[in-house]
């Protein structure tokens, strides 16, 4: 079975520019959630999809993050435009449902805003 | 606010031996707790669970306690293994909303 996939690994970007990841959940997962790692910390919920609807974006900042799931299925996660505190690893992850407690979690996007 | 706090940043063990890593919690609310393991470069890997009205669950060398009066909980890797060696993120479960801690760096060393 296929993991969570995401893309790009790497992305350096100066600040005020964009830039969007994108992330390909387990198949079959209905529950799909972005979170930031910045380094030193624990990952941090920003938004919680179940098929292609919000669930909890209570923690997305946003005035500069949007976060879409067409046909419940794969998901982008967009900043516009990026600030230096942005710096961190997004990490996608998937579960069969918002009550499946167990996630699984895609190997990141490391951002390095300049 | 930290409501889940993983005290030692790291910890270093010899191999063959036992592991203890710790995790604190405040919310009482807390149904379900997780121990995810990371390597550099990868994403959390679950590594295993255990539901508030147990107090152990074992899954090969891991075993993870759990004390709700003290909000408490332990993670026991017997024997150590220097695969093991990576950073150990504790977290709890509210309605399916998962709270990570900082999480604590392992070492094994052979």
């Known amino acids: 079975e296929a993991g969570v996939a995401q893309s790009p690994r790497y992305k350096i970007i100066e600040k005020r520019q964009s830039v969007a990841f994108w992330c390909n959940p387990i198949s079959g997962h209905a529950t799909l959630y972005w979170y930031q790692q910045i380094l030193g910390q624990g990952p941090k919920l920003l938004i919680q999809?179940?098929?292609?609807?919000?669930?909890?974006d209570s923690q997305l900042p946003k005035d500069r993050f949007s976060a879409e799931r067409l046909k419940g299925v794969d998901s982008t996660l967009k900043i516009q435009p990026a600030k230096l505190e942005d710096s961190a690893v997004y990490l996608c992850a998937s579960s069969l449902g918002r009550l499946r407690i167990v996630q699984y979690f895609g190997p990141g996007t490391r951002l390095t805003v300049t | 606010d930290q409501q889940v706090k993983q005290n030692s940043p790291s910890l270093s063990v010899q191999e063959g031996r036992i592991s203890i890593l710790n995790c604190d919690y405040t919310n009482s609310m807390f149904d379900y707790f997780l121990w995810y393991k990371k390597y550099p470069a990868e994403g959390p890997t679950f590594l295993i669970s255990?539901?508030?009205?147990?107090d152990k669950n074992e899954d090969g060398r891991f075993t993870v306690f759990l004390n709700k009066s003290a909000k408490h909980l332990s993670l026991h890797i017997v024997p150590s293994q220097p695969g093991d060696s990576a950073v150990y993120f504790c977290?709890?479960?509210?309605?399916?909303?998962?709270?990570f801690g900082k999480g604590t760096k392992l070492s094994v060393k052979p």
């Open positions: 999809f179940q098929n292609n609807g919000v669930v909890d």
């Open positions: 977290a709890a479960s509210a309605e399916g909303n998962l709270i």
């Open positions: 255990i539901s508030s009205i147990k």
